[in-house]
Protein backbone atom coordinates (compact mmCIF):
# COMPACT_ATOMS: atom_id res chain seq x y z
CA UNK A 1 0.00 0.00 0.00
CA UNK A 2 1.13 3.63 -0.40
CA UNK A 3 1.35 6.50 2.22
CA UNK A 4 -1.93 8.38 3.61
CA UNK A 5 -3.89 5.48 4.64
CA UNK A 6 -6.65 5.29 7.15
CA UNK A 7 -6.77 2.10 9.39
CA UNK A 8 -9.73 1.91 11.91
CA UNK A 9 -9.46 -0.47 14.38
CA UNK A 10 -13.16 -1.55 15.59
CA UNK A 11 -14.33 -4.65 18.11
CA UNK A 12 -16.21 -5.79 20.91
CA UNK A 13 -16.15 -3.42 24.12
CA UNK A 14 -13.01 -4.92 26.23
CA UNK A 15 -11.64 -6.45 23.16
CA UNK A 16 -8.45 -4.23 23.83
CA UNK A 17 -8.88 -1.36 21.37
CA UNK A 18 -7.27 1.38 22.01
CA UNK A 19 -4.57 -0.85 23.50
CA UNK A 20 -4.17 -2.26 19.83
CA UNK A 21 -4.32 1.46 18.39
CA UNK A 22 -2.23 2.90 20.43
CA UNK A 23 1.17 0.05 19.96
CA UNK A 24 0.26 -0.13 16.26
CA UNK A 25 0.86 3.84 15.88
CA UNK A 26 3.92 3.75 18.07
CA UNK A 27 5.58 1.11 15.61
CA UNK A 28 4.79 2.68 12.51
CA UNK A 29 6.01 5.95 14.36
CA UNK A 30 9.18 4.49 15.14
CA UNK A 31 9.76 3.71 11.22
CA UNK A 32 9.61 7.62 10.73
CA UNK A 33 6.57 7.48 9.46
CA UNK A 34 4.16 10.77 10.40
CA UNK A 35 1.05 9.34 12.22
CA UNK A 36 -2.07 10.49 14.08
CA UNK A 37 -3.80 8.48 16.42
CA UNK A 38 -7.51 9.53 16.43
CA UNK A 39 -9.71 8.66 19.63
CA UNK A 40 -13.54 8.79 18.65
CA UNK A 41 -14.71 8.19 22.16
CA UNK A 42 -16.37 11.31 23.75
CA UNK A 43 -18.09 9.05 26.51
CA UNK A 44 -14.64 8.34 27.98
CA UNK A 45 -12.27 10.57 26.66
CA UNK A 46 -9.15 8.37 26.14
CA UNK A 47 -6.23 10.60 26.12
CA UNK A 48 -6.52 11.39 30.38
CA UNK A 49 -6.40 7.61 30.05
CA UNK A 50 -3.26 6.97 28.46
CA UNK A 51 -1.18 9.96 28.60
CA UNK A 52 -2.45 10.76 32.33
CA UNK A 53 0.68 13.49 33.21
CA UNK A 54 0.23 15.65 30.23
CA UNK A 55 -1.93 19.03 30.27
CA UNK A 56 -3.76 19.18 27.27
CA UNK A 57 -6.89 20.81 28.10
CA UNK A 58 -6.53 22.86 25.35
CA UNK A 59 -6.10 20.41 22.61
CA UNK A 60 -9.87 18.46 22.00
CA UNK A 61 -11.03 16.89 18.82
CA UNK A 62 -14.52 18.88 19.55
CA UNK A 63 -12.77 22.02 18.69
CA UNK A 64 -12.59 20.58 15.09
CA UNK A 65 -15.86 18.76 14.49
CA UNK A 66 -17.57 21.93 15.78
CA UNK A 67 -15.59 24.29 13.45
CA UNK A 68 -17.17 26.20 10.58
CA UNK A 69 -14.95 24.93 8.39
CA UNK A 70 -12.23 21.86 9.25
CA UNK A 71 -8.32 23.43 7.92
CA UNK A 72 -5.14 21.29 8.56
CA UNK A 73 -4.45 24.69 10.52
CA UNK A 74 -7.38 23.46 13.04
CA UNK A 75 -6.12 20.04 13.09
CA UNK A 76 -2.35 20.81 13.85
CA UNK A 77 -3.50 23.10 16.64
CA UNK A 78 -4.80 20.68 18.36
CA UNK A 79 -2.91 17.54 17.52
CA UNK A 80 -1.18 16.81 21.03
CA UNK A 81 2.67 15.63 19.55
CA UNK A 82 5.09 14.54 22.54
CA UNK A 83 8.63 15.60 22.67
CA UNK A 84 10.30 12.29 22.34
CA UNK A 85 8.48 10.95 19.35
CA UNK A 86 7.15 14.44 16.90
CA UNK A 87 6.32 11.72 14.33
CA UNK A 88 3.22 10.62 16.74
CA UNK A 89 0.45 12.88 16.87
CA UNK A 90 -3.12 12.47 19.17
CA UNK A 91 -6.28 13.68 18.35
CA UNK A 92 -9.20 13.13 20.68
CA UNK A 93 -11.49 14.47 23.71
CA UNK A 94 -10.07 15.76 26.39
CA UNK A 95 -10.69 15.55 30.37
CA UNK A 96 -13.93 16.87 31.41
CA UNK A 97 -15.72 16.59 28.23
CA UNK A 98 -18.94 14.95 27.56
CA UNK A 99 -21.87 14.90 25.04
CA UNK A 100 -22.68 17.80 26.15
CA UNK A 101 -19.32 20.34 25.44
CA UNK A 102 -19.89 20.58 21.69
CA UNK A 103 -23.03 20.84 19.43
CA UNK A 104 -23.86 18.08 17.67
CA UNK A 105 -21.43 17.51 14.46
CA UNK A 106 -22.51 15.82 10.71
CA UNK A 107 -21.33 12.68 8.91
CA UNK A 108 -20.01 15.75 6.14
CA UNK A 109 -17.62 16.85 8.88
CA UNK A 110 -16.25 13.55 10.02
CA UNK A 111 -15.45 12.91 6.06
CA UNK A 112 -13.96 16.43 6.02
CA UNK A 113 -11.79 15.39 9.19
CA UNK A 114 -10.52 12.03 7.63
CA UNK A 115 -9.61 13.72 3.88
CA UNK A 116 -7.71 16.61 5.40
CA UNK A 117 -5.70 13.97 8.18
CA UNK A 118 -4.71 12.08 4.84
CA UNK A 119 -3.09 15.65 3.44
CA UNK A 120 -1.38 15.56 7.16
CA UNK A 121 0.05 12.05 8.21
CA UNK A 122 1.43 8.95 6.43
CA UNK A 123 -0.53 7.09 8.47
CA UNK A 124 -4.20 7.40 10.63
CA UNK A 125 -5.02 4.93 13.37
CA UNK A 126 -8.52 5.14 14.34
CA UNK A 127 -9.36 3.78 17.65
CA UNK A 128 -13.54 3.28 17.06
CA UNK A 129 -15.75 2.86 19.95
CA UNK A 130 -18.13 0.32 20.26
CA UNK A 131 -21.40 2.32 19.89
CA UNK A 132 -20.89 2.38 15.24
CA UNK A 133 -24.66 3.33 15.17
CA UNK A 134 -24.45 6.49 17.90
CA UNK A 135 -21.05 7.50 16.84
CA UNK A 136 -20.86 9.14 13.15
CA UNK A 137 -17.02 9.16 13.22
CA UNK A 138 -16.63 5.54 13.77
CA UNK A 139 -19.06 4.63 11.37
CA UNK A 140 -17.21 7.26 8.90
CA UNK A 141 -14.06 5.66 9.71
CA UNK A 142 -15.57 1.97 8.98
CA UNK A 143 -16.96 3.09 5.55
CA UNK A 144 -14.03 4.67 4.10
CA UNK A 145 -11.27 3.48 5.62
CA UNK A 146 -8.56 1.89 3.72
CA UNK A 147 -8.37 -1.33 6.10
CA UNK A 148 -10.37 -2.34 8.94
CA UNK A 149 -9.18 -4.34 11.96
CA UNK A 150 -11.67 -6.22 13.87
CA UNK A 151 -10.71 -7.21 17.35
CA UNK A 152 -13.45 -9.60 19.02
CA UNK A 153 -12.83 -11.15 22.55
CA UNK A 154 -12.68 -14.48 23.64
CA UNK A 155 -16.17 -14.95 25.05
CA UNK A 156 -19.53 -15.26 24.34
CA UNK A 157 -20.62 -11.28 25.11
CA UNK A 158 -18.24 -10.66 21.97
CA UNK A 159 -20.09 -13.58 20.06
CA UNK A 160 -23.40 -11.52 21.53
CA UNK A 161 -21.87 -8.65 20.01
CA UNK A 162 -20.98 -8.98 16.72
CA UNK A 163 -24.30 -10.89 15.85
CA UNK A 164 -26.10 -7.54 17.23
CA UNK A 165 -23.56 -5.42 15.58
CA UNK A 166 -22.26 -7.01 11.96
CA UNK A 167 -26.03 -6.42 10.23
CA UNK A 168 -26.21 -2.96 10.19
CA UNK A 169 -22.52 -2.86 8.04
CA UNK A 170 -23.68 -5.39 5.91
CA UNK A 171 -24.12 -2.82 3.17
CA UNK A 172 -20.99 -2.76 0.31
CA UNK A 173 -20.17 0.58 1.57
CA UNK A 174 -18.85 -0.99 4.65
CA UNK A 175 -17.46 -3.87 2.73
CA UNK A 176 -16.98 -6.12 6.62
CA UNK A 177 -15.68 -9.48 4.22
CA UNK A 178 -12.34 -7.43 4.11
CA UNK A 179 -11.80 -7.03 7.82
CA UNK A 180 -9.09 -8.45 9.86
CA UNK A 181 -10.50 -10.74 12.33
CA UNK A 182 -8.36 -10.84 15.40
CA UNK A 183 -8.88 -12.76 18.44
CA UNK A 184 -8.08 -10.36 20.94
CA UNK A 185 -6.94 -10.11 25.01
CA UNK A 186 -7.62 -13.68 25.44
CA UNK A 187 -6.66 -15.73 28.28
CA UNK A 188 -5.90 -19.65 28.84
CA UNK A 189 -8.56 -20.42 30.37
CA UNK A 190 -10.82 -18.93 28.10
CA UNK A 191 -12.29 -21.17 25.31
CA UNK A 192 -10.38 -20.19 22.75
CA UNK A 193 -10.96 -23.05 20.17
CA UNK A 194 -14.93 -22.78 20.46
CA UNK A 195 -15.17 -18.71 20.27
CA UNK A 196 -12.91 -18.70 17.00
CA UNK A 197 -15.26 -21.15 15.09
CA UNK A 198 -18.05 -18.38 16.47
CA UNK A 199 -15.98 -15.63 14.83
CA UNK A 200 -15.60 -17.88 11.83
CA UNK A 201 -12.14 -18.24 11.99
CA UNK A 202 -9.76 -15.45 12.64
CA UNK A 203 -6.54 -13.74 10.88
CA UNK A 204 -4.23 -13.36 14.20
CA UNK A 205 -4.48 -14.12 17.80
CA UNK A 206 -3.15 -11.43 20.42
CA UNK A 207 -3.64 -12.82 23.75
CA UNK A 208 -3.95 -10.73 27.27
CA UNK A 209 -0.78 -9.54 28.64
CA UNK A 210 -0.54 -8.64 32.44
CA UNK A 211 2.51 -6.36 31.14
CA UNK A 212 0.09 -4.46 28.44
CA UNK A 213 -2.30 -3.97 31.09
CA UNK A 214 0.24 -2.64 34.13
CA UNK A 215 1.05 -0.15 31.19
CA UNK A 216 -2.32 0.48 30.41
CA UNK A 217 -2.96 1.52 33.78
CA UNK A 218 0.11 3.18 35.27
CA UNK A 219 0.09 5.55 31.72
CA UNK A 220 2.86 3.76 30.16
CA UNK A 221 1.38 2.37 27.19
CA UNK A 222 4.07 4.23 24.82
CA UNK A 223 6.80 2.39 26.98
CA UNK A 224 8.55 -0.85 25.02
CA UNK A 225 7.34 -4.64 26.41
CA UNK A 226 10.37 -5.89 27.60
CA UNK A 227 9.18 -9.28 28.81
CA UNK A 228 9.70 -12.93 26.51
CA UNK A 229 5.52 -12.33 26.16
CA UNK A 230 5.70 -8.97 25.45
CA UNK A 231 8.19 -9.89 23.00
CA UNK A 232 6.00 -12.31 21.47
CA UNK A 233 3.03 -9.77 21.51
CA UNK A 234 5.19 -7.23 19.65
CA UNK A 235 6.26 -10.17 16.76
CA UNK A 236 1.90 -10.78 16.12
CA UNK A 237 1.46 -6.69 15.59
CA UNK A 238 4.30 -6.70 13.19
CA UNK A 239 2.99 -9.56 11.19
CA UNK A 240 -0.68 -7.53 11.61
CA UNK A 241 1.35 -4.40 10.31
CA UNK A 242 2.90 -6.40 7.14
CA UNK A 243 0.00 -7.96 6.30
CA UNK A 244 -2.44 -4.89 6.41
CA UNK A 245 0.46 -1.76 5.08
CA UNK A 246 3.54 -4.19 3.99
CA UNK A 247 5.33 -2.38 6.83
Not at 110 to 121: F, K, N, S, T
Not at 181 to 208: H, R
Amino acid sequence: MHNNQILAVWGSPASGKTLTSVKIANMLSQKKKNVVILFCDLFVPVIPVILPYYNTDSKSLGNILSSAEITQDKIFSNCLTLKKNSYLSFLGYQKSESVFTYPAYTKSSAVDLMIQLRHIADYIIVDCTSHISADILSTTALEISDAVLRLGSCDLKGVSYFSSQLPYLFERRFNPDRHIKILSNYKMSQPETEIKECYNGVDFELPYLSELEEQYFTGRILEELKSKSGKKFDEILKEVLWGVFNE
